[in-house]
Nanobody, 120 residues
Framework: QVQLVESGGGLVQPGGSLRLSCTASGATFSRISFSRYAMSWYRQAPGKERELVATVTSTGGVRDYADSVKGRFTVSRDNTKNTVSLQMNNLKPEDTAMYYC????????WGQGTQVTVSS
C-alpha cells in the first residue's frame, strides 16, 4: 500500500504564503515507481465538497490548476524523493480548507490532510 503524509499547513494572514509537502512511501513502490503516479492536491472547506486544486502528471510535464488558484499556486514533484509540493502565494481567506495529497495510478491513495487557515 501507499502511505502519504502531508505537512506545511498552518495559520497565515491574507497575502501570505505557505508551502505544502507530501511524502509518499510504501511497498507498492517496489513494483510501481512513484514516478508513474499522477499526484494531486485537493481541498475541502467545512460544509463544502472536496475540490481538485492542482495536478501534476507522472512525467511532470503537464500541470493543471483550479481557476481559483491559477497564478497563485504552483505544484511540483521530485521523483527522486517521492514528494510533491504545493507552493501557495497570495493566500486568500477563501483558501482556508483541509488540504489532501492524492496519488493515482490504477487506484487512488490519500493522505490524512493538513489544515490551512487564512485569517487576519
Amino acid at each position: 500500500q501507499v502511505q502519504l503524509v502531508e505537512s506545511g499547513g498552518g495559520l497565515v494572514q491574507p497575502g501570505g504564503s505557505l508551502r505544502l509537502s507530501c511524502t509518499a512511501s510504501g511497498a507498492t513502490f517496489s513494483r510501481i515507481s512513484f514516478s508513474r503516479y499522477a499526484m494531486s492536491w485537493y481541498r475541502q472547506a467545512p460544509g463544502k465538497e472536496r475540490e481538485l486544486v492542482a495536478t501534476v502528471t507522472s512525467t511532470g510535464g503537464v500541470r493543471d490548476y483550479a481557476d481559483s488558484v491559477k497564478g497563485r499556486f504552483t505544484v511540483s514533484r521530485d521523483n527522486t524523493k517521492n514528494t510533491v509540493s504545493l507552493q501557495m502565494n497570495n493566500l486568500k481567506p477563501e483558501d482556508t480548507a483541509m488540504y489532501y495529497c492524492n496519488a493515482k495510478f490504477a487506484q487512488s491513495y490519500w493522505g490524512q490532510g493538513t489544515q490551512v487557515t487564512v485569517s487576519s
